[in-house]
């Protein structure tokens, strides 16, 4: 909130939290490598993510709150296998490594390595975790550079 305050833009504290924890999580691994049992904590926190998502949700209530809300999300689905199809075929990606990468984008980190996991990719796991959490960090800044355009006001 520090930083954000510093350069005149304190609403906006979360872009400046995203980025410190994504620089944190990218070193910290050079001085945490010697814990043993990540891999238990990081499906008990993945199962406890899946759980609390889930349990929320109702597709019928979507549905019927936001049906023009539901065809914005199918361009973008529409959009995504549009791109990545074309990626496949010009970068040569296997399709372990295009449903991983779909997942990422489309569903998050937990769910692209529990996929992996799942198939017994586990050279794909990290490779999802890291290509979603970079899509939510570059994610919250397009965001709110999104917002201020459409919006017409400076940060």
């Keep these: 909130m520090y930083i954000s305050a510093v350069v005149g833009i304190p609403n906006y504290s979360l872009l400046f939290i995203t980025a410190l924890m994504a620089l944190i999580a990218t070193v910290g691994r050079r001085f945490l490598g010697h814990i043993r049992g990540e891999d238990i904590l990081a499906m008990i926190f993945m199962y406890l993510f899946f759980a ?53 984008c489309l569903a998050g980190p937990p769910i692209a390595a529990a996929i992996a996991i799942l198939f017994k990719w586990r050279n794909l796991v990290a490779p999802g975790i890291l290509t979603g959490i970079l899509g939510y960090v570059l994610g919250n800044f397009v965001g709110v550079g999104m917002f201020s355009v459409l919006e017409g006001v400076n940060p």
């Design 52 to 104: 609390i998502i889930g349990v929320g949700a109702d597709i019928n209530e979507m549905l019927q709150a936001a049906p023009s809300l539901f065809v914005f999300v199918v361009v973008i689905f529409a959009s995504h296998l549009v791109f990545m199809v074309a990626a496949g075929l010009i970068f040569k990606l296997n399709y372990a490594e295009l449903t991983t990468a779909s997942l990422a």
